[in-house]
Structures are given as C-alpha cells and as structure tokens.
C-alpha cells in the first residue's frame, strides 16, 4: 500500500446505472447521470457478549461479538429527467407508444359553459373539424362559440347559448413518444458504475455497486417551480460469485 499520506477524498464521478435482469445479466447503463447523492450505509450490528459469573473476574466480558443486524443500505439522488429515471423516481415503467390517425364523425356531446368536457381522443387536427348542433346541423364557430383545447381533447361552450347538444367531427394527429405509467413498479433492482476521480490527489477512482434492490423513495413534486430530483433506496446484495456488495478502487497516478 506504500507510504502512509495523509489525503482527503472529494469525488467528482459520471455515474452509470443499469436494470438487473437476471444474475449476471444487465440492461443498458442509463448515463452518465447528475448524481447529488451515493450514500453508502453499513449494516447495522448486534452485540452477543459473555459475561464472567467466576469469582476473580465476575461481571467482566469473557467475549464480545458483533454479529449482523440490518443489512447494508444504499441511496442515490439524481436530478437528470431521462424517460428510464423518471419512471424509477415514480416507482413506474417507461413505455414508447406510438398512435395511428383516427376520424371520428359526429361523436355526441353536450357542451357546457361552466367548464370543459373531454372528448373520447386526445391530439386533435385542425383538419376535417367542426362542431354542429344536434338539433339541426347548425355550423357552431370556435373562438366565438365553444374553445378547444386539441392536445388534451377538451371543448367547452363560451356563451350558455352554445351550451347544447352537440356533434364533433375530427382527425387525430400520429404523434409518438414515451409514457411513464406512476407506482407499478415498487421493487427495483440496479447495477451502478462510477467512473469518478478525487479531486484532491487527481487519483482516478471506480465505484462498483453489484446489486441494489431499490425502491423510490420520497414524493415527486412536478410543479415545485424548480429541477425534478429521482431518489432510489434500498438494500446491497452480494451476488454469487463476488465476495462483497460493492467496491471502490483507487488507481495510483500514472
């Protein structure tokens, strides 16, 4: 290990995490992400002692052991909104999806003026729209009449005399994209890489975390006015064939 030198150790490290298929098996490394915290806990111990009951050393400890308690634990805090990231910050899965066009005539509505009301589909076009009363096709006349909000499909009646029965004829857009479905994935299990070096000594240094069993800690605030943070909590495991949950190395400087 060589001399003995007193250093302090400040890491700056892209961090790498990737889902645990099976043993041994591993997702793509989402990464490098913007890691804020990597916490590292010890198990927590239990002491057995033995106490003396023999006249010269009565009450003294014959023997002390500290055996395991709580396993190990690890936390990671990350502030990067890739799709993956976001779905382990909400306890979800991630999900690309992609929509065909769709006509739709004369889908039945009534509309009110004290609010919006949804239509069946979502991602309207402008092409092939319009908005006639039920009771005799009379054309209704957007901006004047009713208000459309074509992303989310929501239509309401600006005046109460255009509160009434309704047929909407549309065209959806093709859009495409990812959906994070929130709380249908509670159990978490990830590999994490750590590519760092220490700022004091400019030692490079790599972290390897073999097998965390995570799962989404804390609320996700989607308006808070300020940067989504994901945070992931759980226990180390040591997989077969390692000698320890996790490692880090030290390299010496070249």
């Not at 759980?234 to 320890?244: F, Q, Y």
């Amino acid at each position: 290990m060589g001399k003995f030198v007193d250093t302090g150790l400040l890491l700056a490290g892209d961090v790498f995490m990737s889902e645990i298929l099976s043993a041994g098996v591993y997702g793509p490394a989402s990464g490098p992400i913007n890691v804020s915290q990597l916490q590292l806990t010890p198990p927590t111990t239990e002491e057995k002692s033995r106490a003396s009951n023999k006249k010269e050393s009565f009450g003294q400890t014959l023997d002390a052991v500290q055996v395991p308690k709580d396993p190990a634990k690890v936390s990671i805090k990350w502030d990067t909104a890739s799709k993956a990231l976001l779905a382990d910050a909400v306890a979800g899965k991630a999900e690309s999806f992609a929509t065909t066009s769709k006509t739709v005539a004369d889908e039945a509505v009534t509309l009110s003026a004290d609010g919006y009301l949804e239509l069946a589909n979502q991602n309207i076009d402008t092409t092939g729209w319009s908005v006639k009363k039920t009771s005799d096709s009379t054309p209704l006349v957007e901006g004047t009449d009713y208000e459309v909000k074509r992303d989310l499909g929501l239509i309401m009646a600006l005046t109460e005399a255009a509160a009434v029965a309704v047929k909407v004829s549309y065209k959806t857009k093709v859009v495409s994209g990812t959906k994070v479905s929130g709380a249908t994935e509670i159990t978490k299990p990830r590999r994490i890489l750590v590519d760092g070096v220490n700022l004091a000594t400019n030692e490079r240094v790599r972290v390897v975390i073999e097998h965390g069993v995570f799962t989404a800690k804390g609320a996700t605030d989607l308006m808070k006015g300020d940067f989504i943070e994901g945070e992931l909590e759980g226990t180390l495991v040591t997989p077969a064939g390692k000698t320890a949950p996790w490692t880090i190395e030290v390299f010496d400087v070249a």
